[in-house]
């Protein structure tokens, strides 16, 4: 079993900067497909980042805003976001499953709580 815990979240200003992180335990984590996924009120929850050993891909509406990135010492997973805006705000889940692939959101084994974003205009 993997336990995530997100931590990072909280209220930024539209241009603003923040960093989530998603600390694991229960097992390393250094050979999972790891990602961020968020959920505002009344929508899905979308696709926003994921790293594997390879490389890593963003959700369409990143756009070079985001970096998602890894600290295998730590078995902690980040999501970098600058140039926030409003339409940002939302709950942001870290999620792992073990795996060298890129993997859909219900592929995924293990999910945190979430972290709230909000981004004021």
């Known amino acids: 079993q993997v336990q995530l815990v997100e931590s990072g979240g909280g209220l930024v200003q539209a241009g603003g900067s923040l960093r989530l992180s998603c600390a694991a335990s229960g097992r390393a984590t250094s050979n999972y497909n790891m990602a961020w996924f968020r959920q505002a009120p009344g929508k899905e929850r979308e696709f926003v980042a994921a790293i594997r050993s390879s490389g890593s891909r963003y959700g369409d509406f990143v756009k070079g805003r985001f970096t998602i990135s890894r600290d295998n010492t730590k078995n ?7 140039s926030l805006k409003p339409e940002d705000t939302a709950v942001y889940y870290c999620a792992a499953r073990d795996g060298s692939r890129w ?12 972290t709230q974003v909000t981004v004021s205009s």
């Open 76 to 82: 902690t997973l980040y999501l970098q976001m600058n």
């Open 103 to 114: 993997y859909c959101r219900d592929e995924y084994t293990y999910w945190g709580q979430g």
